[in-house]
Nanobody
């Protein structure tokens, strides 16, 4: 059974920070690209950041310089450090795991991040 379980969401003030965690089980973690997506009310789900199995990282322009994705393969966990948060960062954040060569993609259930004063 594959599970991606997010944690760390919550309410923060603009300019604050949060760190999201996603613990994966049921997959060979080190061969999967891990990522974070988010979806705000009334908007489509968008890519926030990815960390490839080979070590490459990519970020959406809107979070570049503020967010950092990292992974600990020994713990089967991916993180998203979010700094300088803005109200427009408010969304449900979803953990994502994919291996296109295997044709496998998995999603977590999401964690709410709200940035408001």
């Amino acid at each position: 059974q594959v599970q991606l379980v997010e944690s760390g969401g919550g309410l923060v003030q603009p300019g604050g920070s949060l760190r999201l965690s996603c613990a994966a089980s049921g997959i060979i973690f080190n061969i999967y690209t891990m990522g974070w997506y988010r979806q705000a009310p009334g908007k489509q789900r968008e890519l926030v950041a990815t960390f490839g199995s080979g070590g490459s990282t990519d970020y959406a322009d809107s979070v570049q310089g503020r967010f950092t994705i990292s992974r600990d393969n020994s713990k089967n966990t991916v993180y998203l450090q979010m700094n300088s948060l803005k109200p427009e960062d408010t969304a449900v954040y979803y953990c994502h795991a994919s291996n296109l060569r295997l044709g496998r993609t998995y999603w977590g259930q999401g964690t709410q991040v709200t940035v408001s004063s």
